[in-house]
């Protein structure tokens, strides 16, 4: 009965070595910005908020001239004629990284293609969400009635469609698998 289960844990290693990979990368970046003995020291979630907001107030400040407004930046707060955004460690984009990498990490694939994945996928959802947060927070300020409703779907979905499809794209284009 012994060697029938050892036989079988044998032949599910690849599935418990992807689960376990990936279990463990969501762990370790949980950790970092939730543990506080380490969040306090290595706090990637509000560097992640610090860079959205930076780089969110940049394009706002190229586009508000252009459309009549003014922004001020305090902190991770972005405000302009009575409405302010506060890009928290929530918004950072922190958590769709965290699954992209954890995913791009556990998938079997050789460590160059996982670099080439690592680096594609942090670009793109950070850069997608610079621009969810420019795109909210001009939502915000001139159809303010829409902000919720666009902030809690639209947006957080949109994320994740773009971070599975560029799993997707990564996995099938960088990845060479061998079909059984």
């Given at each position: 009965?012994?060697?029938r289960?050892?036989q079988?844990l044998?032949g599910?290693?690849?599935?418990?070595?992807?689960?376990?990979?990936?279990?463990?990368?969501?762990?370790?970046?949980?950790?970092l910005t939730?543990?506080?003995?380490l969040a306090?020291?290595?706090?990637?979630?509000?560097?992640m908020?610090?860079?959205?907001?930076?780089?969110s107030?940049?394009?706002l400040?190229?586009i508000?001239?252009?459309?009549?407004f003014?922004?001020?930046?305090q902190?991770?707060?972005?405000?302009?004629g009575g409405?302010a955004?506060?890009?928290?460690?929530?918004?950072?984009g922190?958590?769709p990284t965290?699954?992209?990498?954890?995913a791009v990490?556990?998938?079997p694939?050789t460590?160059?293609a996982?670099?080439i994945g690592?680096?594609?996928?942090?670009?793109?959802?950070?850069?997608?969400?610079?621009?969810?947060?420019?795109?909210?927070?001009?939502?915000?300020?001139f159809?303010?009635?829409?902000?919720h409703?666009?902030?809690v779907y639209l947006?957080?979905?949109?994320?994740?469609v773009?971070?599975?499809?560029?799993?997707?794209?990564?996995?099938?284009?960088?990845v060479?698998v061998?079909?059984?």
């Open positions: 009965m012994g060697g289960f050892w079988w044998r599910q290693w690849l599935v418990i070595r992807v689960v376990a990979t990936f279990l463990g990368v969501i762990l370790a970046v949980f950790l939730d543990y506080a003995p306090d020291r290595w706090n990637v979630g509000a560097w908020a610090e860079f959205a907001t930076r780089a107030s940049l394009l400040q190229g508000g001239p252009l459309l009549g003014t922004i001020q930046v902190g991770t707060r972005i405000s302009a409405f955004v506060d890009v928290t460690e929530a918004c950072s922190v958590v965290a699954i992209y990498s954890a990490l556990a998938y694939a460590w160059g996982r670099l690592l680096g594609l996928g942090i670009v793109i959802i950070h850069a997608l969400n610079v621009l969810r947060v420019v795109g909210l927070f001009l939502v915000g300020l159809a303010n009635p829409y902000f409703y666009t902030h947006a957080q979905a949109a994320i994740i773009v971070a599975v499809a560029t799993w997707v794209y990564w996995a099938e284009r960088f060479h061998p079909r059984r």
